[in-house]
């Protein structure tokens, strides 16, 4: 298994605050880079995927990637308590995707 | 509604039973796979179809035993499981292209129970 690292936290933020999340990977063949979200008892559905260097945004949501430094992160700007879940970072070499363990968001409202 | 559709959603079986977990994909994607995700761990790539050909088989014992009939459909066959086995599975499919945007995508699992 190709290694995905996450803090397994819980991160705590309050509401209306940014929310960072980060990812480091061990696969320097990794073509893409994943952010899921899953809620407690449900499947995994995909937030953002970015596979250039730099940063992409969507809405409340900014992934940034760092090949050289084989980092991944996810910023969530303005959070709000229906963010509250485990955020999965999962990286792609040609079929084939991993994933990291998950790092557990919570939103106080 | 993903266009990944898992069944049964729950599945308690004896460690002497033989039961099959199914999956169909109706996204047209030519690329299928078996996930399994325990408590606290990272979710385990288990098999890769591409193709309706297994290219990724994970180390997984072999009491677990995959067969994709066709692009649509994935199957995981069960005998004489283990109550470590107990997790929650996941089937999922993307469309195997080099493509940076080539995406995968989840059904909405079975859990599966080994008493």
């Given at each position: 298994q190709k290694e995905v690292e996450q803090n397994s936290g819980p991160l705590s933020v309050p509401e209306g605050a940014i929310a960072s999340l980060n990812c480091t990977y061990s696969d320097r063949?990794?073509?893409?880079?994943?952010?899921y979200r899953q809620y407690s008892g449900k499947s995994p559905e995909l937030i953002m995927s970015i596979y250039s260097n730099g940063d992409k945004e969507d809405g409340r949501f900014t992934a940034q990637l760092n090949k050289a430094s084989q980092y991944v992160s996810?910023?969530?700007?303005?959070?709000?308590?229906?963010?509250?879940?485990?955020?999965?970072?999962?990286?792609?070499?040609f079929n084939k995707f991993y994933f990291g363990s998950g790092t557990k968001l919570n939103v106080k409202p | 509604e993903t266009g990944v559709t898992q069944t049964p959603r729950h599945l308690v079986m004896g460690m002497t039973n033989k039961k099959s977990l199914k999956c169909e994909q109706h996204l047209g994607h030519n690329a299928m796979y078996?996930?399994?995700?325990?408590?606290?761990?990272?979710l385990e790539l288990m098999f890769v179809?591409?193709?309706?050909?297994?290219?990724?088989?994970?180390?997984?014992p072999s009491r677990f035993s995959p067969e994709c009939p066709n692009s649509s459909h994935l199957f995981l066959h069960l005998h004489t499981l283990q109550p470590e086995d107990s997790a929650l599975y996941l089937c999922a499919s993307s469309q195997d292209r080099s493509s940076p945007g080539n995406t995968i995508y989840f059904g909405e699992g079975s859990w599966l129970t080994v008493v």
């Open positions: 063949g990794s073509q893409s880079f994943f952010w996810l910023l969530i700007r303005d959070s709000q308590p229906s963010d509250s879940a485990t955020y999965l970072c999962a990286v792609r070499n | 078996w996930y399994k995700q325990s408590a606290k761990k990272p179809y591409s193709l309706e050909e297994r290219v990724e088989n994970n180390s997984v």
